[in-house]
């Protein structure tokens, strides 16, 4: 049971997100429930789910009266019996607001555990400061609208209430008896704060304080690694979801800041009406798919009048529609006019972008007005209209209604390298094709020329808007043409041009797939080298998808027909992967590749975990005690959870026993210890499957090959074996 009473509605929705381990496509099902207000919370006291999440509205109200407020919301939910659980405080992750207030309004019903870190935002607490992109707060502009300076430290701003808390630094919270200093910290001092740089942190964290009983304060960070610790019920509770409504999309953006302008601009060039307010501006009501943006400068002196003349004209203008709202002030506002205090969160689009459905229907997409790149808007807006055109039930996200088949997007990697040509063969695959229907992201011209020199001028490669308007054929090859390459760009060389072309394919694809248009990616390979010239400095394919699609951690599986491999760490160098191989990563990459398993058909997987020293360590003999601080207790962690897992292992036995049967798949720590073998056993069947993302993803197992691009050389047995291995999973 976990309940989350958070200060503002984006907060709030953003911790249901991270606690609840929402999909990027919507679910059926109704994971929990978020309410608007005490008043609400008060009202479902009797029927409350096992995740709950309640916006008190706190952030811009006086301190005393937001402490009064949160002590109200403390009682009912203590009342309900949900004190058993965990309780979140959900504060502003640069602690705007009354955070000093609040946590002192919580520590007079428990000890609080203060740390405000989100590690995936890049936003860290290093000796109790917080820190944006290794930046201390006070030197960012981001307190730019703020009264007053910003607090140099936690300690710093808890002293502006009184309180002198106790302090938990990196260095103890990695040492061997972290949970009993904090547990006495927490008893002796009441309110203690917390650095936290990783994940990892924020889980050594929450489960200390949970197991003493403490309130956790703190940002989108603690509340996922509260969600990773809980063992929240599966299944639907609470009442069925509501039916989605027909209607238009009203988008409201109550920020005047570039980035702001830019989102709005974009949804403007994919055809969205968009309408400027400002003091005496017009909006129109008729129905109509349209967005709607505060168009006046910044003043701290006026922005509370401002604000509500803005609301009260854009949530008259969206009467009857959808919503996706920005900023939490004004989405709480919009909601509060249209009398929306009743929440079921469904998906969440990218981080911090989440999509609820309310009881008259009625889709609401709320995100906090700083998150998200250029083309957030227009992503979470095709997520809402993925939604719409079936007003009885929630569909199935990226099935084409006319097709009995997943659609699978194939993007179309380095225009030079033998990509293209593979995707020529694997996409007009009678065996493919009786499993998906796939829409490459690419460019036509290049495929065409592809088809051409593999000798398959049969094929018509057909240019489509939208996933929804591909056709499967033998003879057929539906692409979305980006036109990004030029015509006579050759084969086999390295170029930026084609790197830039890589990155828009596989971007695109992430924006379908997590708005639901398709229902998994397929990758043709990318040139890290073109990628980096282009300006896009990933790693690979791995790391660019996680940053993408808003993933927080991901692991790579490599899978032959006789071996399947995942990694604990990949793209780093020996040194700096046996540095970051701790117990937590290790239990996670074990539960990942328990889960990608079991959605692969396998029901009980059998796991074997490589150490990393020869022989184990032969009890000590080699290297520093890797196997038993870093792995075995990662190990026995999934064992208790029920997971079939056995280690640590020397590796080279251990990939003997798996190719032999013994095992369903082998856990590497490193890059090379599993690729070696994999590569050895069968590149040209092999498959690259990213485990942890929001969306399926599957890739060939080899690169460009740009030694052979363009001359009928290259073997696309690979791209078929990961576009069936797609759809299986897609299908399952």
């Given at each position: ?221 603690m509340a996922a690694a509260v969600g ?71 003043d701290p002196a006026r922005a509370g ?219 043709a390979p990318l040139n890290k080298e ?203």
């Open positions: 049971m976990i309940t989350i009473l958070a200060d503002d509605l984006s907060g709030a929705q953003e911790a249901f997100a991270a606690a609840g381990s929402l999909p990027a496509v919507a679910s059926p099902r109704s994971s929990g429930l978020l309410l608007l207000g005490a008043d609400a919370l008060a009202r479902e006291e009797a029927r409350l789910p096992a995740l709950l999440a309640v916006d008190l509205d706190l952030r811009h109200r006086q301190p005393a009266a937001a402490a009064d407020a949160l002590r109200g919301a403390l009682g009912t939910a203590l009342g309900a019996g949900r004190g058993q659980g965990a309780l979140v405080l959900k504060i502003d992750s640069i602690l705007r607001g009354p955070v000093a207030s609040l946590v002192a309004a919580a520590a007079e019903h428990a000890p609080v555990l203060l740390c405000p870190a989100v590690p995936s935002l890049g936003r860290t607490v290093v000796d109790a400061q917080v820190r944006v992109d290794g930046t201390p707060l006070e030197e960012t502009g981001l307190w730019a609208l703020e009264p007053g300076a910003p607090p140099r430290s936690l300690v710093d701003l808890l002293a502006r209430e009184g309180r002198r808390p106790g302090s938990i630094g990196l260095a103890a919270l990695r040492g061997p008896d972290a949970a009993s200093q904090l547990a006495a910290r927490l008893r002796r001092d009441r309110v203690v704060v917390a650095d936290a740089e990783t994940d990892a942190d924020c889980d050594v964290l929450a489960a200390a304080a949970l197991s003493a009983g403490a309130v956790i304060a703190g940002a989108g960070g990773r610790g809980a063992a929240l019920p599966s299944g639907a509770p609470g009442d069925p979801l509501p039916a989605v409504a027909p209607g238009p999309l009203a988008v409201i953006v109550g920020s005047a800041a570039e980035a702001a302008r830019a989102q709005v601009a974009a949804l403007a060039e994919a055809g969205c009406e968009v309408h400027a307010w400002h003091p005496g501006a017009h909006l129109p009501h008729e129905p109509a798919d349209r967005a709607i943006l505060l168009d006046a400068p910044p009048a401002l604000g509500e003349a803005f609301t009260a004209a854009a949530a008259a203008a969206a009467a009857g529609h959808h919503l996706v709202l920005t900023g939490g002030q004004t989405a709480r506002a919009v909601l509060a006019r249209r009398g929306i205090d009743r929440l079921h969160p469904i998906a969440q689009v990218h981080h911090g972008a989440v999509l609820a459905l309310a009881e008259d229907g009625l889709l609401v997409a709320t995100r906090p007005g700083s998150f998200g790149d250029r083309d957030s808007l227009r992503g979470i807006r095709d997520a809402v209209a993925a939604l719409r055109p079936d007003p009885d039930r929630i569909p199935v996200p990226g099935r084409n209604p006319a097709m009995s088949a997943p659609v699978i997007a194939v993007t179309m990697g380095d225009a030079a390298g033998v990509g293209p040509e593979v995707i020529v063969s694997a996409c007009t695959d009678p065996e493919i094709l009786a499993l998906c229907t796939p829409v490459v992201i690419g460019d036509a011209r290049r495929l065409r020329r592809a088809a051409q020199s593999i000798g398959r001028e049969d094929v018509e490669v057909r240019a489509v808007a939208e996933p929804a308007q591909a056709v499967g054929g033998t003879g057929v090859l539906s692409v979305i043409d980006l036109d990004l390459i030029p015509e006579d760009l050759p084969f086999g060389e390295l170029s930026a041009v084609a790197g830039e072309g890589s990155y828009r394919f596989i971007e695109r694809a992430a924006r379908l797939a997590l708005a639901g248009q398709v229902q998994a990616i397929c990758t073109a990628l980096h010239a282009a300006g896009h400095v990933y790693p690979g394919h791995t790391e660019l998808l996680a940053a993408l699609t808003g993933a927080e951690e991901v692991s790579m599986m490599l899978a032959t027909p006789n071996l399947r491999v995942i990694h604990v760490t990949t793209h780093v160098g020996l040194l700096d992967a046996v540095a970051r191989i701790e117990p937590g990563l290790v239990e996670r990459t074990i539960r990942r590749g328990h889960e990608a398993l079991v959605r692969a058909g396998v029901p009980a997987p059998r796991i074997g975990v490589c150490a990393i020293n020869p022989h184990a360590g032969e009890g000590g003999l080699f290297g520093y005690g890797e196997e038993a601080e870093k792995i075995a207790p990662g190990v026995e962690a999934a064992r208790a959870d029920g997971i079939d897992a056995t280690g640590p292992l020397p590796a080279d036995t251990l990939f003997y026993l798996a190719t032999r049967g013994d095992y369903d798949l082998v856990v590497a720590m490193y890059h090379d210890q599993g690729h070696g073998p994999i590569k050895a056993l069968g590149i040209e069947a092999g498959v690259n499957i990213t485990v942890g993302l929001p969306v399926i993803r599957t890739s060939v197992d080899h690169g460009t090959a740009f030694d052979i691009a363009g001359r009928n050389l290259a073997d696309p047995r690979s791209m078929v074996e990961a576009m069936r291995q797609a759809a299986a999973m897609a299908t399952r």
